[in-house]
């Protein structure tokens, strides 16, 4: 485990380093990401300039939920972004068989290879959006809101990372599945909204099946509705500890099929 | 020559672009499918919003539009965006990054057109494929509400004429993007930020006309609504007379704009190309 952060600490710094190679490339990178959340952040806005409440939830309810979506989200961006080059180039390409050779652990070698800059630009209007929201709906944060959130913060992240892992898996066996984990990544974007305007079988899916409704609309629950946190928490870390380890053992079954597709 | 020998030889040079396109449209079909179900998956989150939006708003419209009116709207806004939308900026960007735009230089052609019709292969797929079936869910959707057919040829001749000028432009404009290849490594955050921009500008996300009505006046002047606003509104029957005539010159407008664009452009990051090429 020490061995682990000191090498991650490596990889990090050589990050910086490229950083600040190609600064405009980062500014670009965080900007387009920030600016797609503030279309959305607009659409929400024009949309409350019109009808008092949505569905019951008031606008910055609305904002809050919105807001908390981004922190999981750019977090897992930001540390597991390299998941997607599995599934789109790497194993198509040949070059996965690097991390089969290294005396690291591949999937972690994986993640670490990759430090995303560009998910500032999620993660940094989650947090204003959050704060605001926040201020706006009086919500008070105690220790315990402040547990509640980094332990909501942590299951939303590892669901995002662990359907990353599931289908980046995939192209372990059919080289390519890129587009296979882009549907369902995109699925996220139903979490963003709160569950309840949905029709029956698509607040299933998004709560048992793909859930991300425990990324944000169920923990929100318990600082703007009061709601006990039990529910987000308990079933919410249970459904991120189940889907944690099926991709595991995804991964690791792809690593034992994989077949080099290097020429 | 003669002008018929120019003309064949002319479709027998880009022509086979437009069958390598089709085949690896066919080939990689798997990719093309996902990202249609993603678009679908879209249109429906955008579909519980609007109608939360609309039992919110207790009267039966919303800003002039009726809920069969977004509904119309969305699946073909999305639609338009998915036909429209081209891989020409990721396609020409990573050919400068690793220098293969080289193999397109050497030959006697042009190399905007190679790419244009490389990608008409893809588009006649996607026009046959999805593109038509939607249109026809709309309609079907249209008669259940209403009861009777209101599918108006006319209309959706002009919308065609007004599709393929929103793709033409929609090729120019990606081209200007992608020689932004010179310049910046990171095209794939280029690449999200000109999608947010076109979706938002384009009226994607909220039709213009929601948007106060001096913010709608410009943003209907600027050449992203001709991306996709303006046939979609063509074929609402949103605009007639006059204002859909004044829609497809501005259209005409900036596909000529964005064609000489491209071009100075080109032009003068051909002399960098130098610096870059492999």
Redesign the interface.
Known sequence: MRRFFRLYKTFVVQYFKQLME?R???L??????L??QL??I??IS??FD??????GFSRYEIYFIYGFSLLPKGLDHLLTDNLWKIAYFIVRKGDFDKYLTRPINPLLHVIMELFQF?ALGEFVTGIVLLTYASIKLDIYFGPVQILVLLLAIIIGTLIFTSIKILFAALALWIK?S???L??FY??S??AR?PVT???KP?KFIITYIIPFGFTAYYPSTYFIRGNSPLFALGIGGLAAAILFIVSITVWNRGLSAYESAGS | MSKRLQKNKFLKTYGAFTRAGVMDAVAYK??F???F??EI??C??MY??W???F???GSGT??SFSMTDMVVYLFLSNITMFFTDTDSTYAIGEEIKDGSIVMRLIKPIQVDLSYLFYELGNKSLVMSTVFFPVIIGVEIYKYNVAGHIAFDIGKFLLFMLSIILSYLLAFYLNLVFGYMAF????L???N??K???I??FSGA??PLA??PEIVTKIFSLMPFASLSYTPVMIYMGKYTGKDLLFAMGLQVFWLVAFFFISKVVWKWAQKRILVQGG
Not at chain 1, 28 to 33: H, I, Q
Not at chain 2, 183 to 186: Q, T
């Open positions: 190609y405009i490339d980062f670009t990178g965080a900007l387009s990401f600016i797609n279309t959305n607009l659409f024009i949309i019109n009808i008092p409440a949505l569905s560009d390519r890129g587009s296979i882009q549907i995109m699925s974007d139903f909204y305007i949905y029709s698509v | 798997m990719n499918i996902c990202f179900i993603g998956f879209y429906f989150v519980f919003i109608k939360a939006v039992e919110s708003s919303f800003m310049f910046l490594m990171n794939w955050g280029l999200i930020l999608g947010s921009i979706k938002f996300i909220i929601f948007f």
